[in-house]
């Protein structure tokens, strides 16, 4: 009986200083979380491994992202994370009355993410900001209304009303966000010096081919 005693209270001791143990470096985790976000801030918010997704976010993809209920749940997990650190890296801005909300700016950072899924450093650094209006706007560059566009300056421009039918109307081939992030990310392959290399060639133009083909076959369908 002394034997059963003492062995239930070495295992009482070992949980305590594990308790003792545990405790302290999650704090200290934690702290070292706050200290590099303030003092490193950009770097922190760059940075994957720190990066973790606001709830409301991660409830907004699981809702309402399709793509995003594909993947494994490890996919899942990294792609929150990129959503996020997108978010962090970008400056929302609105036109015309319209109020950014998390939710647009999610599933905005989400569209980009999908598009560059494949290649895990890339955030379309080339683009820091992005501008939302309520639907479709007059441009004077060439005096016409516009849904989207990608400035090579470092914008993105989108209609928060066509993108978003670009979701609810999936699979009919027309989605603005993927859209134009796809020629964000054809700028950012130029931007970034290194032609279009970026890409597999083979696969990009096997990919024009394609799309060609089936864009023929949908104007003479």
Not at 5 to 18: A, E, K, N, P
Not at 87 to 108: A, C, D
Request: some cysteine; glycine content about 6%; hydrophobic content about 45%.
């Amino acid at each position: 009986m002394e034997s059963f005693s003492s062995i239930v209270g070495w295992i009482c001791l070992v949980l305590v200083l594990l308790v003792l143990t545990i405790v302290p470096l999650v704090s200290s985790y934690q702290a070292i979380r706050d200290i590099l976000g303030y003092f490193f801030s950009d770097w922190y918010n760059r940075n994957l491994f720190f990066t973790k997704i606001d709830p409301g976010r991660k409830d907004f993809l699981a809702k309402n992202f399709n793509y995003y209920k594909t993947l494994s749940y490890r996919d899942q997990q990294i792609f929150e994370r990129r959503v996020q650190k997108f978010i962090r890296m970008k400056n929302f801005e609105s036109r015309e009355g319209l109020q950014v909300t998390m939710e647009m700016e999610t599933l905005v950072a989400a569209a980009a993410i999908q598009v560059t899924f494949g290649y895990p450093s890339v955030y379309l650094e080339h683009f820091d900001k992005i501008i939302l209006y309520p639907e479709a706007y007059y441009s004077t560059i060439n005096d016409a209304y516009h849904k989207g566009e990608v400035n090579s300056r470092g914008v993105i421009v989108l209609s928060w009303k066509n993108l978003v039918e670009g979701y609810l109307q999936y699979g009919d081939g027309r989605n603005l966000a993927l859209h134009e992030m796809a020629h964000a990310l054809k700028i950012s392959d130029i931007k970034a010096g290194k032609g279009y290399d970026f890409f597999d060639r083979d696969v990009l133009l096997s990919f024009i081919r394609h799309a060609r083909e089936e864009m023929h076959l949908i104007a003479n369908g």
